[in-house]
């Protein structure tokens, strides 16, 4: 499994799950987020639109899918606890982030 410090650390949380059709990890990654309720982005590696991206990771030594990338750090592999982890801290982060509703006021005048 390859780790890696985040690229670019983003200002907001969102995962991506960079991976390829026939990937069974990939499958059980977006099911695993599907479950937690959390928007992410699935980028598919076999696509040709997606070979420069393809390109940058092998060239950043990640050789396997999926290659997982969170506001913090990119990492290769189905890896349940770091994938809950950033999901939470998806949820934490649009929980802040909302605009609170509030119910229109009426003027008695």
């Not at 890696?4 to 499958?27: A, H, R, W």
């Not at 695993?32 to 940058?56: G, H, S």
């Not at 950043?60 to 939470?88: L, N, W, Y």
Request: proline share 7%.
């Amino acid at each position: 499994m390859t780790t890696q410090p985040s690229l670019f650390p983003k200002e907001d949380p969102m995962i991506t799950i960079n991976g390829t059709e026939d990937c069974v990890q990939c499958k059980r990654a977006t099911v695993l987020l599907d479950k937690e309720q959390v928007p992410y982005e699935y980028i598919d590696l076999d696509l040709e639109k997606n070979q420069a991206k393809l390109a940058a990771l092998r060239a950043a030594g990640f050789q396997h899918a999926p290659v997982i990338e969170t506001s913090t750090e990119r990492f290769t592999g189905f890896d349940p606890d770091r994938i809950k982890k950033a999901a939470a801290e998806v949820r934490e982060y649009l929980m802040t982030t909302a605009p609170e509703l509030t119910s229109p006021q009426l003027s008695t005048g």
